[in-house]
């Protein structure tokens, strides 16, 4: 009794997973092929600068999330009064040293209200986080949208784009905010006591950073555009008569993702650093509102009588804003095509 034997696939130079088929070399050894996002993360994970960077980013995106959770558990809510903990006859400043810190209250409380600073940090925290990557998932998406029309269209729409972008650009970014945010705010009262929601007030912080950064992303996606449009992948999804949204979004928009990832992870430390600014100087979230710029602000009345307050969330604003910036910096070196490959 014979065996048929079966016929070998042929060689399609991929697996049935998609990943690229390995390559025997003469020497034995396997060749697999790597697109460039698996390229991307190998370099990642092999800069340690950037994986400590990536660590401390989750921590504290964690922490945001789990923020209820945390506040449960500790007893305290972040507009909670502890009024045992404050001393009346010294000014309400907390009871012992290092600003109130124990086992009930673990970053101690603010000075004069009573609130509790671990949660005030931790639902800071939230705000901060989500003021910054809304913002810059705004700014992105207009940006890239601008920079795609600018970049193909060329002629007056390219014109009128780019000069709206110098306009832009040219702008005192954070003064025409703290300018802008009270009136917007004003104009949106929501109440009879003439107070602004404050999911309203956050949208309000939203709009008006990423109004000002989205020129950035366009003016670096109109001229990637600008020299991808003339390729050839390009004439000939025009010989096929592809339609111009088929050109744009499914032959360009995959090209540009590098660079735009690039922008987006050094756009969200920017968009948090202006939100505290902008809280710290009156014109963002207001108290009893959890916010690391407002806690900035009170904190500097009490930075002779309780040094803590005023360190605990300046210390970690400096944590989180310089991991963000590390982590956009080794992306963009990861992605960078010119980086020595490892």
Sequence with gaps: MTTQQQPMPADTGTTQAGEPSPHPRSDGTVITGRSPARMAWRRIRRDKVTMIAFVVTVLFIVIALVAPVLTAVTGWGPVTPDNKAINPDTGNQPYGSLGGISLNHLLGVEPGTGFD???????????????????????TVVGVVAGLAAGYSGGWVDSLLSRIMDVMLAFPQ??????LTPVIQNALQTDSHGGTNENLRLLVLVVNIA????????RLVRGQVLSLREREFVDAARIMSAGRWHILFRQLLPNLWAPVLISFALAVPQNITTEAALSYLGVGVIPPAADWGSLLSDASEFFLQDPMYLFIPGVLLLLLVLALNLLGDGVRDALDPRANRS
């Excluded at 954070?174 to 300018?179: Q, S």
């Excluded at 109004?211 to 366009?218: G, I, K, L, S, V």
């Design 117 to 139: 600073l671990f949660a005030r940090i931790v639902y800071g925290l939230r705000t901060s986080l989500f003021v910054g990557f809304a913002s810059a998932v705004l700014s």
């Design 174 to 179: 954070l003064l025409f905010i703290i300018a």
């Design 211 to 218: 109004a000002f950064a989205w020129a950035y992303t366009a």
